[in-house]
Every structure is written in structure tokens, then in C-alpha cells.
């Protein structure tokens, strides 16, 4: 999954969202130096990763990317399944898509001690050009792609080209996500359900990842 979705996934706390984030930035290798709630929320990240790469559905999204596209099959699914998010976001959310980036964008500022240097780069741009909420357009894709076209893999490869298959296959896609996206939730739910020790967020846990706003 991508930015937004990683965001809207985790626990209804502002460490849990940065944290499971933070696993498209940082390494668990090195990610030792990071506060438990941070590395729990990367642990997250990881398990919904996982989970969505096995899923048949997201399998057959892969598999509508044209063949010379194809290797970046997942990276091109992840995109755009943050764009059916946006799209159907008042299906999956009460609070409204722009509240919601709007408040991602301070909790990332509030945490922004442990935050990777690529991470704060791109942060302004994120924030001022409110990129999560551009991901409910074709063009906000179409810029995602060009931009991790250019600045993600060094060589030369396909992947600003991959809003051909967006746009070829929308409908299937979308048709994916939404069959796809309740059930990892529901995953999600009976996994920390199994497991809520782990994924408990301590209040103390939280105090030492995101000190208080400065007033």
C-alpha cells in the first residue's frame, strides 16, 4: 500500500500513523534509534505490506499492467489503490479527506525529531502541494508517477508510462480495491484482535515519540 492508505490503516493515534508511514522511509535495520511506538507502527507498515502482496485480488490487479510495465507491477497497484482510497474516501471515513491529510500533515511536523532526511525534503512539497489529497485525480497519479519515475530508481525504466494502464483498465481496478479494501481491514482488525498486546500504544509510548506542539 502507499502513503495514504498506510496512513488511514493505522491506529487511531498520531505515532501509530506516523510510524506505519515511516516504513516507506526507514529500514527496520535501522530503525533501532526510533521510540517503540514509532517501530510498532513500522511493524505495521510491514504486515500490511505483506498481506496485500498475497492477496489474489491484488494479484490480479498486477496482472492488468501491461507486460513491459510489469515489474513495477507492484509499485503501480500501491499507487493506485491510494487513488481509489481518495475516490471512495467517504466510504471508509467519517472525517473528510481533506481534514484528514491536513491533520497527517501536522502529526508528520509534530514528529518531524524522527523523521529520515528524505522524509523532510519531500515533507513541504506534500504538505503545500497537498499531494494526498491529490491522489482522488488522474493527474495527481499521472504526477506521483513521473515523480518516482525520476527521483526513486536511478536507471532508466517505465513507470511515468503506467497511468496508460490506469487509465485502460480504471474500472477493473477500481472494481479490485473496493472488493479488495474491507477485507484488509478486516484482516487488519482480527490481527490486532489476536495480538493487542503488541499493538497496544502506550500513552507513555507516545509522550516520548511526539513531544508537545510548542505554544
Keep these: ?9 493505522a491506529p487511531d493515534d498520531a505515532t501509530a500513523r506516523v510510524g506505519n508511514l515511516l516504513g516507506d522511509f526507514i ?9 517503540q511506538a514509532l517501530q510498532q507502527g513500522m511493524a505495521l507498515h510491514r504486515w500490511i505490506d505483506s498481506h496485500t502482496d498475497q492477496h ?13 510495465r510489469r515489474r513495477y507491477a507492484g509499485i503501480l497497484v500501491d499507487i493506485f489503490y491510494d487513488h481509489f482510497l481518495a475516490r471512495h474516501w467517504d466510504q471508509f471515513s467519517a472525517m473528510p479527506l481533506a481534514t484528514f491529510t491536513h491533520r497527517s500533515y501536522a502529526e508528520l511536523q509534530q514528529h518531524r525529531q524522527w523523521l529520515p532526511p528524505r522524509l523532510l525534503d ?15 485525480e488522474v493527474d495527481g497519479i499521472a504526477a506521483v508517477l513521473c ?5 526513486r530508481i536511478q536507471r532508466a525504466n517505465p513507470v511515468a ?16 480495491f473496493l472488493a479488495f479494501y474491507p477485507q484488509l481491514q478486516q484482516a487488519l482488525r482480527d490481527m490486532q ?9 502506550s500513552e507513555s509510548a507516545r509522550q516520548t515519540a ?6
Design 27 to 35: 529500514k527496520p535495520a535501522h530503525a533501532g534509534h526510533l521510540p
Design 56 to 68: 489474489p485480488l491484488v494479484l490480479q490487479s498486477k496482472l492488468r499492467i501491461a507486460p513491459q
Design 193 to 201: 484482535a489476536s495480538d493487542a498486546a503488541d499493538w497496544h500504544y
Design 147 to 151: 515523480g518516482f519515475s525520476r527521483h
Design 161 to 176: 508510462a503506467g497511468i496508460e494502464d490506469l487509465l485502460l483498465h480504471h474500472a477493473a481496478l477500481e472494481q479490485d
Design 122 to 136: 519531500i515533507l513541504p512539497r506534500m504538505q503545500s502541494e497537498d499531494w494526498l489529497l491529490s491522489y482522488a
Design 1 to 9: 500500500m502507499n502513503y495514504l492508505a498506510h496512513l488511514h490503516l
Design 210 to 215: 511526539a513531544p508537545p506542539l510548542p505554544t
